[in-house]
């Protein structure tokens, strides 16, 4: 699954990728059909100017396919501009 999801978001250019499976987390959990539970952080200078709902919805739109084929059951998301991320 990391390489799928770097692969979806590879045109936001992220300066750092970063991916966390947490699926042994939550097994038995209610609700889950048996996707995955994954943590990202992306980097990308194209969030810059661009609120922080909007990020997620942008990662989220590129990951849609699997969310809707259930291999993604939740998703942590962290998504900053390489300033924020870096302390720039």
Same mark, same amino acid.
Do not use: W, Y
């Given at each position: 699954?990391? !390489?799928?999801?770097?692969?979806?978001?590879?045109?936001?250019?992220?300066?750092? &990728?970063? &991916?966390?499976?947490?699926?042994?987390?939550?097994?038995?959990?209610?609700?889950? !059909?048996g996707?995955g539970?994954y943590? *990202?952080?992306?980097?990308?200078?194209?969030f810059?100017?661009?609120?922080? *709902? =909007?990020?997620?919805r942008?990662?989220?739109? !590129? *990951?849609?396919?699997a969310f809707?084929?259930? !291999?993604?059951? =939740? *998703?942590?998301l962290t =998504?900053?501009t390489?300033a924020?991320f870096?302390?720039l």
């Open positions: 699954m990391e !390489r799928e999801m770097a692969q979806c978001l590879a045109d936001l250019s992220p300066e750092v &990728f970063e &991916f966390r499976d947490d699926s042994h987390l939550h097994i038995g959990h209610a609700g889950n !059909r996707g539970h943590a *990202l952080t992306v980097v990308s200078t194209q810059e100017g661009v609120s922080r *709902l =909007a990020r997620q942008m990662v989220q739109q !590129r *990951l849609q396919e809707a084929q259930g !291999r993604i059951h =939740a *998703l942590s =998504a900053k390489p924020e870096f302390g």
